[in-house]
């Protein structure tokens, strides 16, 4: 299977980012194959991919392998009660891509490291007027709710957007890029 498309909005940070993780590793939450993994593993950093799906992380596992990238893979289904294997201000950057669960908004931004980066970027309600993505509301995104999830965290780039992949389908998309202060 080629590889999968990297967010434009993952590349617009991929500076702060490689800063970021020189606080701390970077975790890849809700990872699926890695391929936002393997990008920040391929850019320096150490990285831990989480995902519930066995089949993905070991996938993940033999590409991260394969180009010898750094990137450990854990095994956790948030959504049936599993806790994020990180003590608070542990990691330099947190990676969300295509996946809401609002319940882990507050430990997410509780893992950051002091200056530690968020990059969050998923779907927002206007997905549903599509054949294709999540049609649930309780995994789409209101009108400006990104932000308001991470009160705690200083914005950096806020953007709602359609866009379109390389297969020219189209996407409702929230991105953000927030920091946690000094403390």
Same mark, same amino acid.
């Not at 950093?45 to 089949?55: E, G, K, T, W």
């Not at 993505?133 to 789409?140: H, M, V």
């Given at each position: 299977m080629p590889p999968a498309e990297i967010s434009p909005f993952f590349a617009a940070h991929a500076t /702060? *980012? !490689?800063a970021a993780a020189e606080l701390g590793p970077v975790l890849d939450l809700a990872c699926g194959r890695g391929r936002h993994a393997l990008a920040a593993a391929a850019a320096g /950093? !150490?990285?831990?991919? *989480?995902? !519930?799906?066995? +089949?993905f992380l070991e996938e993940l596992r033999r590409d991260a392998a394969a180009r010898s990238l750094p990137v450990a893979c854990v095994r956790a289904d948030l959504e049936g009660g599993a806790q994020i294997p990180f003590a608070s201000a542990r990691l330099g950057a947190v990676l969300v891509f295509r996946y809401l669960w609002r319940p882990l908004s507050e430990p997410l931004a509780d893992l950051l490291r002091a200056g530690g980066l968020l990059l969050y970027e998923t779907f927002t309600i206007h997905q549903r007027d599509l054949p294709h993505? +999540?049609?649930? /509301?309780?995994? *789409?995104l209101d009108d400006g709710e990104l932000p308001k999830l991470f009160p705690e965290l200083e914005v950096v780039d806020f953007r709602e957007e359609a866009r379109e992949d390389a297969d020219g389908r189209r996407w409702h998309l929230a991105s953000l890029a927030a920091r946690r202060p000094a403390r």
């Open positions: /702060a *980012l !490689r /950093a !150490r990285v831990v991919a *989480l995902d !519930r799906s066995i +089949p993505g +999540p049609g649930n /509301a309780a995994f *789409l």
